[in-house]
């Protein structure tokens, strides 16, 4: 899979990856546009109940009695060497005094047969498809549809699956630097959304710091959703902090610059800030000291996103730093590098100074999108290091 697709998908592979290396029991969300290949199994676990005098309170056992067993975890793991599937997750079910498995199904088995099977052993008292139900109910407020007019037209924000995500996580506490050219503040998608803002590139003769690009990367992460105008950001509630560090060519130009010494201004204060991602939407030629403020970034846990510029364009900087996120706009289809994670970047509507919005291409816009990802991780799995994002966009992404 070569470039982010659905936002359901991507935490569905998190949840499963981060829950089987940090609690015992991963969630376990009904799959409704693709086969269910997992089967639910229980068996007879006679230590079930087995408690000691005075270990219930108010009638209900005490919840650390509720673990599974050694001797239900050891059948558990039998019966999926047994018949090749995988163990997804285990609980007691005090009730009946069996102990429940839900086993995934690999593709290259039929899964009628792998049912057949386990209906034979002697072991297993029950063993079935796992179903899908639905309440008969009005949907709850959280489900209702936003109210900016414009997210039909968001691209970036649909094909991820956004909207569904934002039930669970919205980046909320989490902190990222946008190093870039300036943003409109008084934008009325943006206003209250920018927690600091700081100028370390050369003021522009007007005095007005609203620029094309920075505000368009500020729209994609942090535009304020459900307000009724626009658009709505990937992660709406994190901690955006802008630093300028880039300035246009000419004035209302989307095109711009930034040098060596600003960038490294930025790249210093994002550190001192306590910034946990790093939104770096441009590209250039390797620098020296701009690398070694990047690698002391990712040395204390910072995660850098940049763009890989595009086939017309030269450089390849900061994205080719080791460690860092590198982001290309596209599909991904025709990717023979590994290390670049694919991402909607093409006309993606999004704000743009003096009240409006408009429509951008290019990998500075992708790269927003994988930074606003990453924080909707970040508020979930708040310990998650660079080395953990990676290692979810390299094996399930490309």
């Known amino acids: 899979m070569n470039i982010i697709r ?25 799959s409704t546009t693709i086969e269910d290949r997992r ?6 676990d006679r230590t079930i109940n087995r408690a000691a005098p005075g270990s ?44 429940c498995v839900v086993y995934d199904v690999p593709r290259y088995l039929q899964i009628e047969q792998v049912l057949a099977a386990l209906q034979k052993d002697k072991e297993v008292v029950i063993v079935q498809k796992m179903h899908s139900f639905q309440v008969m109910g009005s949907s709850p407020s959280l489900s209702k549809p936003y109210s900016d007019p414009y997210l039909k037209l968001q691209s970036g924000f649909q094909s991820l699956g956004i909207k569904d995500l934002h039930e669970m996580t919205t980046g909320r506490g989490v902190r990222i630097a946008i190093i870039d050219t300036g943003v409109d503040l008084t934008h009325p998608d943006l206003q209250g959304q920018i ?58 130009s989307l095109a711009a610059h930034c040098n060596s010494f600003t960038l490294a201004l930025a790249l ?75 991402a909607p970047g093409k006309d993606i509507l999004t704000t743009v100074p003096h009240q409006a919005y408009d429509f951008m291409t290019g990998s500075s816009f992708a ?17 998650w290091q660079v080395a953990d994002v990676k290692k979810l966009f390299s094996s399930n992404f490309n």
Not at 371 to 379: I, P, R, T
């Open 195 to 252: 927690k600091y803002t700081e100028n370390l590139a050369p003021e522009p003769l007007d005095h007005n710091l609203a620029e094309i690009h920075g505000t368009a990367v500020a729209g994609i992460l942090s535009a304020h959703p459900d307000n009724g105008i626009g658009i709505a950001g990937i992660a709406p509630d994190a901690d955006i902090i802008a630093l300028r560090a880039c300035w246009p060519d000419k004035s209302d």
């Open 56 to 99: 219930a309170v108010d009638g209900y056992r005490i919840r650390g009695q509720y673990n599974n067993s050694g001797l239900s975890e050891r059948i558990a793991e039998d019966l999926a060497a047994r018949y090749q599937v995988k163990v997804v997750a285990q609980w007691p079910v005090t009730a009946l005094g069996v102990s």
């Open 268 to 342: 210093n204060q994002a550190i001192n800030l306590d910034s946990q991602i790093v939104n770096l939407s441009l590209s250039g030629p390797e620098d020296p000291l701009l690398r070694q403020l990047i690698e002391k970034a990712l040395e204390k846990g910072i995660i850098v996103i940049a763009a890989v510029p595009g086939k017309e364009q030269v450089g390849g900087f900061p994205a080719n730093v080791s460690g860092v996120i590198a982001v290309r706009q596209g599909n991904g289809i025709d990717n023979v590098n590994k290390l670049e994670v694919f």
């Open 6 to 30: 659905l936002g359901l998908l991507v935490f569905l592979l998190v949840a499963v990856s981060a829950c089987a290396n940090r609690v015992s029991v991963p969630l376990l969300g009904d």
């Open 367 to 383: 790269t927003p999108h994988v930074a606003g990802m990453v924080a909707l991780m970040l508020q979930l799995y708040r310990d």
């Open 39 to 44: 089967l639910l199994v229980t068996f007879v």
